[in-house]
């Protein structure tokens, strides 16, 4: 089985449990299910995870196909360096825009004025995150 199939394989697996038990958790009568629903998930997320484990390296074809393809650490490094540098950027930005965001309403609320001021903040902390995305395109480039 190709790689990117086995990963799409992956991804439907976990996001099918995942999903759920988000959907299980969703309303105020289902407070008291927290701690069932999180041990199920947990359960099954690991259970997934290692019957991904297995299927992906369960074949030595693919990491031999691979090998041949010239990838060298370098290029795994790269691509590493371009996933933390978006996923971390997003992180933060979305960190920043929470507070950012929250802070806003609630200065909108007691002054309706400070409007303009305030989608410039909330604005700049968005920018965090296209900064992540832009050097991790310049990341991809130099591979």
Request: glycine share 16%.
């Amino acid at each position: 089985m190709n790689l990117t199939v086995k990963l799409i394989l992956i991804a439907a697996l976990v996001l099918s449990i995942i999903v759920p038990f988000g959907y299980y958790l969703i309303g105020e009568k289902n407070r008291g299910r927290y701690k069932k629903a999180i041990g199920v998930n947990v359960f099954f997320f690991f259970g997934a995870f290692v019957i991904g484990s297995i299927m992906l390296f369960g074949g030595g074809s693919v990491q031999a196909a691979d090998a041949a393809g010239g990838a060298t650490l370098a290029t795994g490094l790269g691509y590493i360096a371009a996933a933390l540098v978006t996923g971390l950027s997003c992180i933060g930005g979305g960190i920043a825009v929470a507070s950012a965001a929250s802070a806003a309403l609630g200065a909108i609320s007691e002054d309706s004025s400070v409007l303009g001021k305030s989608l410039i903040f909330v604005g700049l902390a968005e920018g965090v995150c296209l900064y992540g995305l832009i050097i991790s395109f310049m990341i991809l480039g130099q591979l």
